[in-house]
C-alpha cells in the first residue's frame, strides 16, 4: 500500500468495507478496456516517420561510398559492413567478444548499482549521511574517465579488474543521484499524514518514500546502463586482450574501418536493448502513475 493524495489516508490492514468501497468506486469509473489497450499498442510501436532519417543516412552513405566521396580507408559502405557482420558472426569471433563485453558490463554494474542506491539511501534518509556521503561523491563524480586509467592500472593491474571498476564507477554516480533526489522529493505533505495516522518509520519508508523514489531511481538505472556501455568503450580501449574495444582496436591497427563500424553498432544496439529492458520494467512497476508513457 503507498498513500496518494488522491485517496483516503489508511494503516494497513484497514477494514473490509474500506476496501470494498474503494474497489466499486474504482470499478464505476474505469474505461473501457479495448479502447485503452489499442492506444497502448500504437504508442508502444515507433511511428513510421521516424524512420525515415536513419533511412536517408543510410542511403546517403552508400551512395557516397559507391561515388567514391568515402574510400574504404575512411569510412566502409553499409553493404560491406553488413557482410564484414556475417563472417565475424560466422566466425564465432563477435560472439566471444560479445561475450566478454556482456560480463563485464554485467559484473560492473552489479557493483556499481549497489554502491549508488545505497550511498543514495544514505544521503537521502539521514542529515548526516548527506553531510558526510555527498560532499566526497560530487566531487569524485567531476573527474573524468581517461584520467583515471592510469591510476586504476597502478591500482588494480591491467587485466579484467580496472575495466570492471571503471563501469561501476559509470554506473554509480547517476544512480546515487537519482535515489537521492527521489528520497528527498518525497510529498511533505503525505509523511506528515503518515505521521499523524501513527505510521512507524519503517512503514513511512516502505508505503510514502519508496514510492516517492521509484520513479527517479528507474530514471538513474537507464542512466546509469548508458553510462556503464560508455565507461566499457573507455575501458576496452586500454590493455585488453578480448572483447568488443579489443576487436576495435585490431580493425584500427590494419584499417578495417568495416570491423570498427560492426563494434560500434553493437555497442549501440546493447545500448538501446538494455534501455529497453528498463523502459519494460518502469511500465511494469509504474502501472499506478497515469501520467506514464512508454
Sequence with gaps: MSLST??????????????????????????????SARRRVR??????????????????????????????????????????????????????????????????????AAVGVLLGAVAGLSRWGEALVDPPVQMLRTLPFLGLIPLFILWFGIGEAPKIALVALGVAFPLYLNVHAGIRGADGRLLEAAEVLGFTRWERLRHVVAPAAVPQGLVGLRQGLAAAWLSLIIGEQV???????????????????????????????????????????????????????G
Design 6 to 35: 488522491a485517496g483516503a489516508l489508511a494503516r494497513p490492514g484497514t477494514t473490509a468495507s474500506t476496501t470494498a468501497t474503494s474497489t466499486t468506486a474504482t470499478s464505476t469509473t474505469a474505461p473501457p478496456g479495448g479502447g
Design 43 to 112: 504508442a508502444r510501436l515507433p511511428a513510421p516517420r521516424r524512420w525515415i532519417s536513419p533511412l536517408v543516412l543510410v542511403v546517403a552513405w552508400q551512395a557516397a561510398s559507391a561515388a567514391g566521396v568515402l574510400p574504404p580507408d575512411r569510412l566502409a559502405a553499409p553493404l560491406t559492413v553488413l557482410r564484414s557482420a556475417v563472417d565475424l558472426a560466422a566466425s564465432g569471433e563477435l560472439t566471444d567478444a560479445f561475450a566478454v563485453s556482456i560480463s563485464r558490463v554485467a559484473v560492473g554494474f552489479t557493483l556499481g
Design 239 to 293: 590493455n585488453a586482450d578480448a572483447g568488443l574495444g579489443f576487436l576495435i582496436n585490431n580493425a584500427r591497427d590494419f584499417l578495417r574501418t568495416d570491423v570498427i563500424v560492426v563494434g560500434l553498432l553493437v555497442y549501440a544496439a546493447l545500448g538501446l536493448l538494455t534501455d529497453a529492458v528498463v523502459r519494460l520494467v518502469e511500465r511494469r512497476v509504474l502501472r499506478w502513475r497515469t501520467t506514464t508513457r
